[in-house]
């Protein structure tokens, strides 16, 4: 029969505690040595268990950063996306961590973009946002970034209000409405020195929010107010439009609409032979809802304010897009691969998945992108010196940019 106590709980514990530490001659003394030395250990095993799960480059395979589209046709911007992820995983990813792109459209009710934009916080674990997509679901978006304290990157609503409510967490690498509305005035009204300017704009939220800041910017500085015409009345009679636009004699045209809306009516001052210097906002020129063909009627008469594109970095863009689509990338593609890129270097400078980093990262960066210079003020809007540019292609142009002659046929 064995000789071990009967308060041994468990045998083979009970032979390692009656042999080591009842017959031990430190006694008792042996037995609390043992149990506080059992206890730091299980707490150094817990604290390192739990220490290791935290830590996203143990568990993780890969870093996701989540893309939100107006809606699943938008390939363009996942285009200019991917091929960011993609040059980043070339290079090492972050210490062999591998970048992740997590694809969400919008399309649906009301309410869809924010629903996505959680699936995208809590669902997939995404590192930080980037959002391409209209003022109202950039709201959505910006409001679920803020409550998780995600960083979101806005790489196409030109909305100012989405950084008037100090939000750190939202940044945007587009000149916003009020940016661009300030670039437009000056070259209008103070270079060229256009008095007869005619505005056309359409009633949905963004084409109203980018002439009202234009508006209001004429305003404010005193100029004679623009003769201004809403599109939707006239959707149906274009060539109306058109002729009130000749009588007025007008020395320019400024248009604050959807892209199809704008592919309209130039095509309808080319069929009544006006030719006068024709300016937009940038969200003229999404190649999502427009073709190669329709893009291209734009060449050599829109002007758009825009930072200098004019780097190497644009080029070597170019080729690489094109050889992998097959087609030139456009005004999307571009803001969606610096949007993207901005997101991939903050991380890597950060090191890590603490949101609080990344975005003191982001907000420190000087990067030179395909669209210029981009950095960030105190608020997340992009600094910088938009000047008006010539369209080709769909994108700005660095040479040649002198406004046409007024000239009617």
């Known amino acids: 029969m064995s000789n071990l106590p009967e308060t041994t709980p468990y045998p083979p514990m009970g032979g390692f505690y009656y042999r080591f530490l009842i017959k031990s001659p430190l006694g008792d003394l042996g037995v609390k040595m043992f149990y506080v030395c059992l206890t730091l250990i299980l707490l150094e095993i817990i604290i390192t268990g739990k220490a290791v799960s935290q830590n996203p480059e143990n568990h993780a395979r890969t870093i996701k950063i989540g893309l939100l589209v107006q809606d699943s046709t938008y390939t363009s911007a996942l285009h200019g996306a991917e091929m960011a992820i993609k040059n980043a995983n070339e290079k090492g990813g972050l210490r062999g961590q591998k970048f992740q792109l997590v694809f969400r459209s919008m399309e649906g009710p009301w309410g869809t973009g924010s629903k996505q934009a959680v699936n995208l916080i809590f669902d997939e674990k995404v590192w930080a946002l980037i959002g391409f997509h209209d003022g109202r679901n950039a709201h959505l978006v910006e409001q679920a970034a803020t409550k998780s304290t995600v960083v979101l990157i806005s790489a196409w609503s030109g909305d100012p209000t989405l950084s008037q409510a100090f939000v750190p967490w939202f940044f945007n690498c587009v000149p916003n409405d009020r940016q661009q509305a300030l670039s437009l005035f000056e070259d209008i009204y103070n270079k060229h020195k256009f008095r007869n300017i005619v505005v056309i704009s359409g009633k949905d939220y963004d084409s109203r929010l980018a002439a009202d800041n234009f508006m209001k910017t004429v305003k404010t500085s005193g100029k004679q107010d623009p003769l201004h015409f809403s599109y939707d009345e ?15 004699d007008a020395n320019c045209i400024v248009l ?40 291209q009627e734009y060449d050599n008469i829109l002007f758009v304010p825009s930072g200098d594109w004019s780097g190497p ?97």
């Open 313 to 409: 970095e644009n080029l070597l863009f170019f080729k690489e897009y094109h050889k992998t689509y097959n087609k030139m990338p456009g005004m999307a593609a571009s803001f969606a691969y610096d949007g993207t890129n901005l997101l991939i270097e903050a991380i890597k400078t950060a090191g890590t998945n603490d949101r609080e980093m990344i975005q003191k990262s982001l907000k420190q960066i000087r990067y030179k992108g395909t669209t210029g210079l981009i950095q960030f003020d105190d608020k997340g809007n992009r600094m910088g010196k938009f000047e008006i540019m010539k369209t080709m292609n769909g994108l700005p142009t660095t040479g040649g940019n002198k406004i046409p002659r007024l000239r009617s046929e």
């Open 234 to 248: 006239y959707n149906q009679h274009l060539n109306l439009l058109t002729d009130k636009i000749a009588r007025a």
């Open 256 to 295: 604050f609409c959807k892209p199809s809306a704008s592919k309209e009516i130039v095509n309808q001052l080319k069929i009544k032979k006006i030719k006068i210097p024709l300016y937009g906002s940038l969200m003229i020129l999404d190649e999502n809802e427009l073709t190669a063909r329709e893009i």
